[in-house]
């Protein structure tokens, strides 16, 4: 359960940073929108983690839909602050268990 919970972490501090206003929309667009490319990658890889260690998988397919529809520059912002929230409460959960 705790690597399911590092990695739920780590994919929901990443998209927290996104979620900052005008800093994650600059991280995005400064590095040529592959930094959505990196979160796909970092959900994918949670979603992996959740189905062996059997932990909550809404999380990361959450992740993986904010991931592909955030290059919508509000649609984004919102779209990465939910994501993050979901995750870093469904990392918190993982940790009880």
Do not use: N, Q
């Not at 290059?71 to 912002?77: K, M, N």
């Amino acid at each position: 359960m705790i690597i399911s919970a590092i990695a739920k972490f780590v994919s929901g501090g990443f998209e927290a940073l996104l979620a900052i206003p005008f800093i994650g929309g600059s991280i995005v667009i400064f590095s040529g929108y592959s930094a959505l490319g990196t979160a796909l990658f970092l959900h994918i890889v949670t979603l992996l983690i959740t189905f062996v260690y059997r932990t909550a998988k809404t999380p990361s397919v959450v992740g993986i839909v904010t991931s592909l529809l955030s290059a919508i520059p509000v649609v984004g912002w919102i779209l990465h602050t939910i994501t993050a929230i979901v995750l870093l409460i469904s990392a918190v959960r993982d940790l009880a268990r």
